[in-house]
């Protein structure tokens, strides 16, 4: 293993049992095992030797797979109320605060806060939620702020999401 050629098995003699399993396989073939991998186990070139023939690869730490889905948390949209929008980073366990968040809203792009930086401070608040969420809340939201598209980053993924106002989401104030 690595570049010091660290010797891990040699013909079924483990090092360190804890660590690794030998295995033979049908087919002239063996396989090892690296038990409770760390990142000292990552990134790094094994090898495996039979005979004089030698074979290597490259183990390396995946990155994660974020998928990120936007959805619109208010039941309800009533003007002047407050409406909630939550993103969600499907794919990892929370928020890493070194990786840019952003809000937009409209097909320009207007930037709403980045980082939880708010342009509007008093018609916008970002908040981190539960642990791979963030939400964007709209204060006393108006006919401005609906029929339009709204969007998420997060690093370099994206969600959006189109708030319409009609008849099953909509109570006028005059109503409640």
């Known amino acids: 293993m690595g570049d010091e050629d660290k010797l891990l098995c040699y013909n079924g003699r483990i090092n360190n049992l804890r660590k690794y399993k030998e295995k033979i396989l049908t087919g002239n073939a063996f396989s090892l095992t690296i038990f409770n991998a760390t990142e000292t186990d990552l990134n790094v070139v094994y090898q495996c030797r039979y005979g004089f023939d030698t074979a290597r690869k490259w183990i390396e730490v995946d990155e994660p797979n974020i998928v990120l889905s936007l959805i619109l948390i ?31 809203m409209r097909t ?13 401070p008093k018609k916008y608040e970002e908040t981190l939620t539960s642990k791979n969420q963030f939400s964007l809340r709209i ?14 980053r997060y690093g370099f993924d994206a969600a959006s999401t189109f708030i319409e106002l009609n008849k099953y989401n909509y109570v006028s104030k005059y109503q409640i």
């Open 74 to 104: 208010t039941d309800v949209i009533v003007f002047g109320g407050d409406i909630i929008l939550t993103c969600t980073a499907n794919g990892i366990s929370t928020i890493d605060r070194e990786v840019t968040r952003q809000w937009s």
């Open 139 to 152: 204060f006393k939201v108006t006919e401005e702020d609906v029929n339009i598209t709204y969007r998420c």
């Open 108 to 120: 320009d792009d207007e930037l709403l806060s980045y980082n939880g930086r708010i342009n509007f």
